[in-house]
Structure formats: C-alpha cells, structure tokens
C-alpha cells in the first residue's frame, strides 16, 4: 500500500530534551515536505526537500532540523523542544513533474507533539 | 492580511443538502488551486485540482475558480455524513511551487 508513514503519532515531552520524528515514503517520491498546523493558522511548511541532499527552508524553520540522506526518508528533528513547538505535525511527498512542480502531495497521519 | 482567507466555521448541515465552501485570496499571481479533505485524526487528502479559471466537476464535486474576484468555491452535492471532516483550499503561483493553504473550514453533514 502507498503511503507515509510518520512516527511516533503522538508524544509528549519536556523543554530541552532532543526528539525525531521519523517520515518515510513508499512511493519513490522525489519531493517532501514537513508542516505543522495549528488552529487559525493553517498549515505552515517547515522544511522541504527536492531530492536526496537537497533541502531547503519552508516559512516556519526556527528551530527544526532535517536531513535527506535517503529518497524514502525525511526525518525532523527538534534539537532543543520549547513550549511554542507544540502542534501537529505533517510529512508529506509528491513526485515532481513537468517544470520541477511537485505533483499531488500525499500526507501522514499526522504526529501530535507536546513540549511541557 | 493573510494571502488565503477561509471560514472555520462548522458548517452543519443535513443530509443531502448542497454544501458551498468558499475560499478568498489576494495574491494576482496563483493559477494553480487545490481542495483537500482532512478527516479527523488524518492527513489531508487531495479532493480537487484546478489550473487557472473555470469549473471542474467530479462526482459530487465541483470546483469553481473565480479569478477576476480572487475567490474559490468547492460545491458538495447530496452531501453524505461521510462528507464530515475539515476542507482546506489551498494555491500557488505559476513561478513558485510553494503552496499556500487556508486554514480549512470544518463541515458537519448530520443524517
């Protein structure tokens, strides 16, 4: 089955302390994405990726990290969590298209972080 | 101002109605303009894709692009309860890939 796979889906930690949340892809997608959604907010891209070693800023990336040293993986990692990254995070994939455009984008379940 | 406006809502609405779900924006330069459905506790799903001005229909659905008033329709026919989940509209420009989403109006169809 096609799909991505986020994990943990749901975790609660404390200010400070290091955390991965792992994204991984089936479907040979050049392009992913990470993005957070908050209420009134929307979703908000963090970090994205065209290809593996590839990776560039979305709108909100203070404060997050990624790496793309596979085509199926795009992990997220929050070096030091605070308070203000608690959200519901998306990974999402697509394949690129005519003129470098990414195509449908294809999204996890979602992984609800709590930093206390 | 945000670049894409959409209403929270909920909109409830009974079985079989005709829902209308309803997107503005400010940015001239989008020509490219999406719908996806979010279920609770899911990821957003592509429902519809719309390139420049005009209608497209699939199914029940119906997405509509006004562009000379920078406003975007999604229309649900014989709405089902199944329909039930969060809508965001989402758009980008011809020149960039980034996609813009507004912040998705939740819809309640109750049998």
């Known amino acids: 089955e096609a799909q991505v796979t986020q994990n943990p889906r749901y975790l609660i930690t404390v200010t400070g302390k290091k955390l991965t949340v792992t994204c991984s892809q089936n479907?040979?997608?050049?392009?992913m994405s990470w993005y957070r959604q908050d209420p009134g907010l929307g979703l908000r891209q963090i970090y994205y990726?065209?290809?593996?070693?590839?990776?560039d800023k979305g709108d909100v990336p203070e404060g997050y990290k990624v790496s793309r040293k596979e085509k199926r993986n795009f992990p997220l990692i929050l070096e030091s969590p605070s308070p203000n990254q608690t959200s519901l995070y998306f990974c999402?994939?697509?394949?690129?298209?005519?003129?470098?455009?990414?195509?449908?984008?294809?999204f996890g379940e979602g992984s609800r972080l709590t930093v206390l | 101002q945000k670049e894409v406006e959409q209403d929270p809502g909920p909109l409830s609405v009974p079985e079989g109605a005709i829902v209308s779900l309803n997107c503005t924006y400010s940015?001239?330069?989008?020509?490219?303009f999406m719908w996806y459905r979010q279920y609770s506790r899911k990821g957003p799903e592509l429902l519809m894709y719309?390139?420049?001005?005009g209608n497209k229909e699939d199914g029940r659905f119906t997405a509509q692009v006004d562009k000379s008033s920078k406003y975007i329709s999604l229309f649900i026919r014989d709405s089902q309860p199944s329909d039930s989940a969060t809508y965001l509209c989402?758009?980008?420009?011809?020149?960039?890939?980034?996609?813009?989403f507004g912040t998705g109006t939740r819809l309640q169809v109750f049998p």
């Open positions: 990726s065209m290809n593996v070693e590839v990776t």
């Open positions: 719309t390139y420049s001005s």
């Open positions: 989402a758009m980008s420009a011809i020149d960039t890939d980034k996609l813009i």
């Open positions: 940015n001239s330069a989008f020509q490219y």
């Open positions: 479907m040979n997608h050049e392009y």
């Open positions: 999402a994939s697509s394949f690129l298209i005519a003129g470098g455009r990414t195509g449908e984008l294809f």
